[in-house]
């Protein structure tokens, strides 16, 4: 039995006015200024603690 890599399929012809609907209906931005101002409003990123940093030392549980 020989197994070879498929070749390349071809793309369904409904496939562009469908990737032109998706791309109407997602809003226009710029992620990483997005998740800055996400990251602002929530403080997400002080939540975050590195698992070797050494502030990121769990609390002893006794």
């Known amino acids: 039995m020989k197994l070879a890599k ?3 399929a ?6 562009p006015p469908f990737r032109q609907l ?3 209906m997602l809003p226009r931005g ?3 200024e997005l998740l800055l101002e996400v990251a602002e409003v ?19 549980p006794r």
């Open 6 to 8: 498929p070749g390349k």
């Open 10 to 15: 071809e793309e369904p012809k409904l496939m």
């Open 22 to 24: 998706v791309n109407g």
């Open 30 to 32: 710029d992620f990483p």
């Open 42 to 60: 929530t403080g997400m990123a002080d939540a975050h603690w590195e698992r070797h940093a050494p502030r990121g030392r769990l609390p002893d």
